[in-house]
């Protein structure tokens, strides 16, 4: 499945942005100071739609693990993403928030029960996915609040095609340990990138704010460590890295696209490790205490 639906990306992400003005309404207006929570791959898409919205200058952003959210504090709207709507902790929040602040869900499935304690619903039911493995729900919602936002172009649907029509850096999969670097709205786009390993193909794989790797995480760094910048790099960090011997690799394609390109070499570092990408190892679809 997973192979399938990150194939589909690209059409996705179009359908996203054509229905962003429709789902305006359900959506946080500018100058609203909003919270956005998830888990797992949900919550680094709020991270990374936090930077965005609060970097436009469209208002306050905070994302939070759902588990983490701190309930004394008041936001004008909760914005939680979530494929299945039926993760614990997100429909355990939206319950205890109900009454007190709007909440407003971007799901997958319409009859799940997040739908019906939300009190705004925005369903991509055509991004949902059979996999456990999380990749177009993931981006496509990204792609919808970022349409939203003004930030959307045709660009990035088609840097979504380069990244899966063009072949992956070569020597990637024969690296023993990854690093994925981000700036802004990427260092969430980063810690997905390191999750899409570990669960596709139980590779060992970090994130970090690109500047804060230089304060610590660089020392682990080896001549097969892979150190992958999604975005723009800061000034002198790739000669940084390349002096430790490890690999540097930056693409020139918008972030979320880069992103894409991480999702397939997951799948070819399972594919060389004998991994069945659909079913990994201890993880579920959806978490349910
Ligand atoms: C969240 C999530 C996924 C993860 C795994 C378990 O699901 O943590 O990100 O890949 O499958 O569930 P959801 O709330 O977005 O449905």
Redesign the pocket.
């Known amino acids: 499945h997973v192979a399938r639906e990150l194939a589909s990306q690209p059409d996705c992400w179009q359908r996203a942005a054509d229905l962003a003005d429709g789902a305006a309404g359900q959506l946080p207006a500018a100058g609203e100071r909003i919270a956005v929570v998830?888990?797992?791959?949900?919550y680094f898409m709020a991270q990374a739609y936090a930077a965005l919205r609060e970097g436009s200058g469209q208002g306050e952003t905070d994302a939070f693990a759902a588990s983490e959210f701190p309930v004394g504090r008041r936001y004008d709207r909760i914005v939680a993403?979530?494929?299945?709507g039926t993760?614990t902790e997100?429909l355990g929040l939206l319950a205890q928030l109900r009454g007190t602040t709007r909440r407003t869900v971007v799901i997958g499935d319409p009859d799940s029960p997040m739908a019906t304690t939300a009190d705004d619903t925005v369903v991509l039911g055509f991004a949902d996915e059979k996999s456990?493995?999380?990749t177009r729900f993931a981006t496509t919602a990204l792609t919808l609040l970022r349409a939203q936002l003004g930030l959307h172009t045709d660009a990035v649907v088609e840097d979504a095609q380069v990244a899966l029509a063009e072949p992956l850096p070569a020597g990637l999969v024969e690296c023993s340990q990854f690093t994925f670097l981000g700036r802004g709205w990427s260092v969430g786009l980063a810690n997905e990138a390191a999750l899409k390993m570990r669960?596709a193909a139980l590779a060992w794989s970090e994130a970090y704010p690109a500047m804060e790797y230089r304060h610590g995480p660089i020392s682990i760094s080896t001549h097969s460590t892979a150190t992958w910048m999604l975005g723009d790099a800061p000034t002198g960090l790739s000669d940084e890295v390349h002096a430790t011997g490890a690999r540097w690799v930056a693409g020139g394609l918008d972030p979320l696209a880069e992103l894409v390109r991480v999702q397939r070499l997951a799948l070819a570092i399972a594919a060389s490790r004998g991994l069945d990408p659909d079913r990994p190892r201890h993880?579920?679809?959806?978490?349910i205490l």
């Open positions: 998830g888990c797992g791959t949900s993403l979530s494929r299945s993760t997100v456990v493995v999380q669960e993880l579920t679809r959806s978490v």
